[in-house]
């Protein structure tokens, strides 16, 4: 460091550390690492640990060791019970080890012939020679040979920068200014949850003379990022909570049982459960913030209803607002059909009035002639004043932002928000994204619902086995969908996804002797209203479709569904296609089609085969495609973490919210004490959850 550095150290310029100079300086920068403080947050990825690689005469059984070697073959079959085996052979200078997956065909694929890696495991003696069963693997670059030994950290590099390089610079600045790092924990909270100093574990991570310390080290960064989100929640949960202006509305036995008349069938225990805690939150004097969370088909929507009635009765207005204007339209239709015979003024607003439809039904929300409102985004417009805004339902919250979120709640009223979703949400994006929300889960279905047949199938002969099932089902009376990845085209070699427009021809031709249809979302809503109409009377048998059916579509004698290139959507998505058959009494066959080769699609798919639990099936696929993907759109602001994963941290998260919501809950977190960690706190979420800056 030169006397050139500013007051505080860490906001040296980079090029003044021990190492780095002007040209490195500028190679860091596309690391976006200007300073001091940005080399010690560029943390490492991983450690390679090298203090105990041993050679294959070195092995013993039955404890935990290292080999390093080259992958000169691997192997990946089907074994007994519909099991895959991926074995690997690793040339370990001159004598070989074998490593070996069961169910993990990926394996193949990233272990490539002549890859140099470490298989890390518990070895034992198979047919002559030491096997690791489930060895972890770390690919080694070309900076990992010619060390030594010992722990190596291993970080994001740019072009220009080698490993040895950035080890270097990361550890001088490490010695020189990581105790300069400020820690927002006191003292006595770190002792108690038996956490380092925060200097100290940034400088063992960059310099670890053990795995135990790396581990402690890292457990503390990655401890902090997910309690400081989970402190922001908090408060902005417990700000909500202190509003004490929101509506009282007490759901009285009369109100109770006018309601449940209007339905033909029993409550679901789930969605009794439910009704419960939304009654509760109703008569709290506190604006309810309620997730609720029904896997596809258990009648979300009843509660829904039951909420919005019930502040009807209350004298209040409620809203509905669903993603697309054919969701809010089947809403209007189905809510219309539970309320034929109800006096509660219903009304549907969405970008596709006319002027003066819109004119009318603005004044009518306005002067409070409309109770009971369904509509888009339409309804979170500055124009849309409500006279006496009660409850607020959003539904499949993941296709909104979160500023649409909070703008229901923005205006003179502070209505009860209950947000919906029928895509099953991995936990712990509920303790994240949804973290502020108190959640109530349905699980159950209705009664008669069967579980739909599921069957993944590749190969022409299964193929055409499959649309024989289909045409004798549809001659027996059932309906069904065929489902395409996109509107139009096809490629040249007929062998990739295909568009519903060459479907639709297609099965025209192959069906003769039944009416088929299209609808995708870049017909006219009209015309795509009109054909969604004849499938639901039944004048339709077939309707070949986009992922415009993905949800709100109620058929009952839709039975059957064939999803083409069925690796190219997400699992939860797939998980609602499905969820548009067998809604009746008759039993549902979904068959997945798909032709690629890649063992990821087959373990995808094949979950959808092995479970009809939407809930297990969020968790496969936020384990393999990350939590972007799952929720269908990534969002400003959706995951504010900065390094911490919600796929590989989940017990440190549930060890942060317990911690951080028992700290917010007693107002130690508003004492003197805690006053830094506030701060900080406020400082990088405060903005982005519009969290109050006192109290």
């Known amino acids: 460091m030169t006397s050139s550095t500013p007051d505080d150290p860490l906001d040296t310029l980079v090029q003044f550390v021990r190492g780095v100079g002007p040209r490195k300086a500028e190679l860091l920068g596309k690391l976006d690492i200007h300073s001091v403080r940005d080399l010690l947050w560029h943390l490492p990825r991983d450690v390679l640990d090298l203090t105990d690689v041993r050679k ?17 073959d691997v192997d990946a079959r089907q074994v007994s019970g519909g099991r895959t085996m991926t074995a690997a052979l690793l040339d370990c200078g001159g004598d070989y080890v074998r490593g070996v997956w069961f169910n993990q065909p990926w394996m193949r694929k990233r272990l490539m012939m002549g890859t140099r890696v470490l298989f890390t495991g518990k070895p034992k003696r198979h047919q002559g020679r030491w096997e690791f069963g489930h060895p972890q693997v770390q690919w080694l670059e070309d900076d990992d040979s010619g060390e030594g030994v010992g722990l190596l950290p291993r970080y994001g590099l740019t072009e220009g920068l080698r490993m040895h390089e950035m080890r270097r610079m990361t550890q001088n600045a490490a010695e020189d200014c990581a105790e300069n790092i400020t820690d927002a924990l006191p ?42 989100f989970q402190l922001a929640l908090a408060l902005r949960r417990r700000a909500w909570k202190r509003e004490d202006d929101a509506p009282v509305m007490a759901t009285t036995a009369k109100i109770d049982a006018r309601i449940r008349r209007l339905f033909p069938f029993r409550f679901t225990e789930g969605q009794d459960t439910a009704i419960r805690d939304v009654v509760a939150d109703l008569q709290s004097g506190a604006a309810m913030h309620r997730l609720l969370q029904a ?25 509905l607002m669903a ?67 009660g409850v607020a339902v959003i539904d499949e919250q993941h296709k909104f932002g979160v500023v649409q979120r909070a703008r229901i709640s923005a205006g003179d009223d502070n209505p009860h928000v209950l947000v919906m979703t029928a895509t099953p949400i991995p936990r712990s994006l509920c303790l994240t994204q949804f973290g502020d929300l108190d959640l109530s889960l349905m699980t159950d279905l209705p009664p008669g619902r069967q579980r739909v047949v599921t069957s993944r199938i590749t190969g022409d002969a299964p193929r055409q086995k499959a649309w024989d099932f289909v045409k004798k089902q549809l001659a027996s009376g059932r309906q069904a969908y065929i489902v395409c990845p996109l509107v139009k085209g096809e490629t040249a070699s007929n062998d990739g996804p295909r568009g519903a427009d060459v479907i639709y021809e297609r099965v025209v031709k192959a069906l003769p002797n039944f009416d088929v249809g ?59 296609l499905r969820g548009r058959i067998s809604r009746g009494s008759y039993q549902g066959y979904c068959f997945l089609f798909s032709e690629s080769a890649a063992p990821e699609a087959a373990q995808r798919l094949h979950a959808l085969e092995s479970t009809a639990d939407g809930f297990r099936i969020a968790e496969v696929d936020f384990e393999l495609r990350g939590p972007g993907d799952v929720l269908g759109t990534r ?5 504010p973490l900065r390094v911490a994963s919600l796929t590989r941290d989940v017990k440190i998260l549930d060890a942060a919210r ?17 006053a830094a960690l506030k701060r900080q706190v406020l400082t990088r979420f405060g903005r982005l959850m519009d969290l109050p800056q006192s109290g």
């Open 323 to 389: 993603p697309t204007e054919l969701l809010a339209l089947q809403h209007a239709e189905t809510i219309e059909t539970i309320l034929e015979d109800s006096r509660v003024a219903r009304m549907l607003l969405t970008g596709s009035l006319t002027t003066a439809q819109r004119r009318d039904t603005l004044a009518a929300i306005e002067s409070g002639d409309a109770e009971l409102i369904i509509g888009t985004q339409a309804v979170i417009q500055k124009d849309v004043k409500f006279a006496k805004l």
């Open 658 to 674: 317990r911690e951080a919501f028992a700290l917010v809950g007693s107002g130690d977190l508003d004492t003197p004490e805690f």
């Open 518 to 576: 299209l609808v995708h979302g870049q017909m006219d809503r009209k015309e795509r209203a009109g054909v969604m109409e004849r499938f639901r009377d039944g004048d339709l048998h077939v309707l070949v479709s986009t992922t415009v059916i993905e949800v709100g579509v109620d058929v009952p004698n839709a039975t059957l569904m064939i999803v083409l290139d069925a690796e190219r959507f997400g699992l939860s998505q797939l998980h609602q």
């Open 187 to 228: 003292e006595s909270y770190r002792e108690t949850m038996k956490l380092p100093v925060l200097g100290a574990a940034v400088k063992s991570l960059h310099l670890p003379a053990t795995m135990a310390e790396y581990d402690a080290a890292r457990h503390r960064i990655l401890f902090d990022d997910l309690f400081e």
């Open 56 to 72: 294959p005469d070195e092995l013993v059984e039955k404890r935990e060791q290292t080999v390093r070697g080259e992958v000169v």
């Open 635 to 639: 969002q400003h602001g959706e995951m």
């Open 295 to 319: 896997d596809v088909g258990a009648g979300k929507t009843v509660v829904a209803v039951y909420a919005m009635l019930v502040a009807v009765a209350c004298g209040y207005q409620a809203v």
